[in-house]
């Protein structure tokens, strides 16, 4: 499964973005999927994940109730909304296929990565 994120850019903070990923093959349809990231110089972290069916989410403490995570299987797309972009957002933003229907904030649940896409929030 080939991975492509889009939608990344520069943004003033308390602006917004959307980004977007989209799959090369139906099989990402029955697993789970998530955007990671990671800015210079530190580990790359959990942002948010949704299940196969869109019924559970899970998101990272400091994006909650900014950033909504969203799918839509019949694209093979998973998209992040995020508003309220903040300095400390600025980052290179990946998205994940999970090994099962439903993900977790561990990386190494993960099977296939994209490239990615980076996100610059100025002050």
């Known amino acids: 499964v080939q991975l492509q994120a889009s939608g990344g850019g520069l943004v003033q903070a308390g602006g917004s973005l959307r980004l977007s990923c989209t799959a090369s093959?139906?099989?990402?349809?029955?697993?789970?999927m998530g955007w990671f990231r990671q800015a210079p110089g530190q580990e790359r972290e959990f942002v948010a994940t949704?299940?196969?069916?869109?019924?559970?989410?899970q998101y990272a403490d400091g994006v909650k109730g900014r950033f909504t995570i969203s799918r839509d299987n019949a694209k093979d797309t998973l998209y992040l909304q995020m508003d309220n972009l903040k300095p400390e957002d600025t980052a290179h933003y990946y998205c994940?296929?999970?090994?099962?229907?439903?993900?977790?904030?561990?990386?190494?649940?993960?099977?296939?990565w994209g490239q990615g896409t980076q996100v610059t929030v100025s002050s």
């Open positions: 949704l299940s196969w069916n869109s019924q559970y989410s």
């Open positions: 994940a296929v999970a090994l099962r229907s439903i993900g977790s904030r561990d990386s190494k649940d993960y099977r296939y």
């Open positions: 093959r139906r099989t990402a349809r029955n697993n789970a």
